[in-house]
């Protein structure tokens, strides 16, 4: 199965940009990253996802490295509600079971 | 607004005893999928529906079953629950299976076994 690694823990002030760094050296041509974040009690939720090329939305931006053996995912002004577990996930095609496998995830504080 | 529903948020059950857990989606997706998520670990998947078409992961445990009698509802039998069965399990959705889509979570039950 894909694979990703992550660091267990990050901190971060308010209001200041957050760099989640991912690695996922074993990634093939046709595995989409994907972030998901979970906060306390609550189900995952789908924060971004990219291919190749880096991607924005409303919630983050997605840097993805040339050789995609890596990734980051930005939030540009953390606030206390960004607190949440983030899990960076390889989703491979269907007809290789095309399913979300998480990894560790990183807990993320922020500190007002 | 659309969403995926998860009823009950809490169950409790005994040792032994057979319970089921529910999930709704008004989404209309074609895909549904079960996860497991133990405490402080990341969610793990358990099965799938593609349609009718049921996928069971390798390492998912015989206990579980699950069924879809519509797209809009879909079930988590657990035959004879354990203790080590303790945990949040979480409903998902897609429009489809490719690794493009977005899966939407709903907000999980937790089940105690006593």
């Known amino acids: 199965d894909a694979k990703t690694t992550q660091p267990n823990s990050m901190e971060s002030n308010e209001e200041e940009p957050v760099h989640l760094p991912c690695n996922h050296s074993t990634i093939s041509g046709t595995d989409y990253i994907h972030w998901y974040r979970q906060l306390p009690s609550q189900g995952p939720e789908y924060v971004i996802h990219?291919?190749?090329s880096n991607v924005n939305n409303r919630m983050a931006s997605l840097a993805i490295a040339e050789d995609r053996k890596s990734s980051t995912l930005i939030l540009h002004r953390a606030t206390l509600r960004d607190a949440a577990v983030y899990y960076c996930?390889?989703?491979?095609?269907?007809?290789?079971?095309?399913?979300?496998?998480f990894g560790q995830g990183t807990e993320l504080s922020v500190k007002p | 607004d659309a969403m995926v529903i998860q009823n009950p948020r809490y169950q409790v059950t005994q040792f032994g005893k057979p319970v089921t857990l529910s999930c709704s989606q008004t989404l209309n997706h074609n895909v549904m999928y079960w996860y497991q998520q133990k405490s402080s670990q990341a969610p793990k998947l358990l099965f799938h529906?593609?349609?009718?078409?049921?996928?069971n992961e390798a390492d998912t445990p015989d206990n579980f079953q699950s069924r879809r009698p519509n797209t809009s509802f879909c079930f988590l039998d657990i035959r004879s629950p354990g203790l080590g069965d303790a945990a949040m399990y979480l409903c998902a959705t897609s429009r489809d299976p490719r690794p493009s889509e977005t899966q939407y979570f709903g907000p999980g039950t937790r089940l105690l076994v006593l």
């Open positions: 996930i390889l989703r491979v095609p269907y007809n290789q079971g095309g399913k979300l496998i």
């Open positions: 529906y593609y349609d009718k078409d049921f996928n």
């Open positions: 990219g291919l190749t």
